[in-house]
């Protein structure tokens, strides 16, 4: 069988990615886990997402399940390792099957290499990724922004709208400087 769409990811743009194909009519695929994303999941809280005001990760992820479930979009399990380009097909290569679709979409989120020691157990918790997404919920408290790339600094200025202290590492200059907003 040969599917319009292949998606690649069930975090909220695959998701959404499957759903439009869905309305649009498309055969299509979806590749992930039954149980979404572990970031959206553990997002304590979320201010900002249209339609569900103060919802938790845990919420979310389940009216989104709930969403795709409601359309008949089914989610394959099954790990990719390859996608190919063939022409005007793509073949995808799974741990055990291979698929074929005319469009690939890969929505596979980012991954940092290593995390901090606790970051993952404090996801949701006082660790974030997003100030835009986050920074209400730092209203008045000191957070840390350690930084990729200069790009965070924008994102750290922002925070500091809300923060009572925020402080800078940047990781990506060769003496490591800690900036403290206020």
């Not at 990615?17 to 649009?24: E, F, H, L, P």
């Not at 055969?27 to 201010?47: E, P």
């Amino acid at each position: 069988m040969t599917y319009d769409i292949a998606i690649i990811g069930t975090g909220p743009a695959g998701l959404e990615a499957a759903i439009t194909a869905k309305v649009r009519n498309k055969n299509l695929i979806l590749f992930g886990s039954k149980d979404s994303s572990v970031k959206v999941s553990k997002a304590h809280t979320v201010l900002n997402y249209l339609g569900l005001p103060n919802i938790s990760g845990e919420e979310m992820q389940k009216a989104f399940l709930d969403h795709v479930s409601s359309m008949g979009i089914e989610i394959t399990e099954e790990q990719i390792t390859a996608v190919y380009a063939m022409g005007e097909r793509f073949m995808i290569q799974g741990a055990v099957n291979m698929y074929e679709a005319k469009s690939v979409i890969l929505a596979t989120g980012v991954t940092a290499a290593k995390p901090y020691p606790n970051e993952e157990a404090l996801l949701g918790r006082g660790v974030s990724y997003c100030a835009t997404c986050d920074a209400a919920l730092y209203k008045g408290k000191t957070a840390v922004v350690i930084a990729g790339s200069e790009r965070e600094e924008a994102e750290a200025d922002f925070l500091a709208e809300y923060a009572a202290h925020v402080y800078y590492i940047p990781l990506y200059r060769e003496a490591v400087q800690v900036r403290d907003t206020k």
